[in-house]
């Protein structure tokens, strides 16, 4: 079981790698069009088709899994902490099942959509100029696949009773650190 909770980390991470990366690339396209409008009175052709269609998308749905591992998603506690042992494994795994199945269906859609864009080959047109933006319509379903992996990963780990069904796959950094300071 250890296998594949560290091969769902691994892959939940490279994805939140991806979006931080994103990021940084993000704030330096928009930084350069900014400044270049500035100085050069020119501006970068594409900053807001790359921005709105690849890095705010990687940004949004790439890290989706790695909220979840980290136990970050919003949640309300209004009866569930009320409940015994035993009845809040049972909502956390009915839970997670639904989750898992809301993740597949969502997976799949956006699939049968990236597909349709890529067949009709999408682009944004700006300046007369086209620009594929096809590929970007593949982050979506990447997103929630790997959402779905970490929600089936907890089914599992449910099933099995194991304690990292209820508590965060990846700990805290700052528990982490309050540990190591006792």
């Known amino acids: 079981m250890a296998h594949l909770i560290r091969f769902d980390l691994l892959l939940t991470r490279i994805a939140a790698a991806i979006a931080a990366v994103a990021v940084i690339l993000m704030m330096l396209t928009v930084a350069s069009d900014a400044f270049s409008r500035q100085v050069f009175n020119a501006r970068i052709p594409f900053v807001s088709v790359i921005v709105a269609n690849y890095f705010m998308v990687a940004i949004a749905f790439l890290p989706l899994a790695m909220a979840e591992a980290q136990d970050r998603n919003i ?62 319509y593949f982050l979506l379903p990447a997103g929630f696949a790997l959402l779905a992996m970490t929600y089936l990963l907890r089914i599992v780990l449910g099933l099995l009773g194991a304690r990292e069904a209820r508590e965060p796959l990846i700990p805290d950094v700052s528990e982490i650190a309050g540990e190591a300071g006792q």
């Open 75 to 136: 949640s309300v506690d209004l009866v569930y902490g009320n409940l015994g042992p035993g009845a809040q494994r049972l909502v956390g795994l009915l839970v997670h099942v639904l989750a898992f199945a809301t993740c597949c269906g969502l997976t799949s859609t956006m699939w049968d959509e990236a597909m349709r864009r890529y067949a009709s080959g999408s682009v944004a047109v700006e300046d007369g100029v086209s620009m594929a933006v096809w590929q970007g």
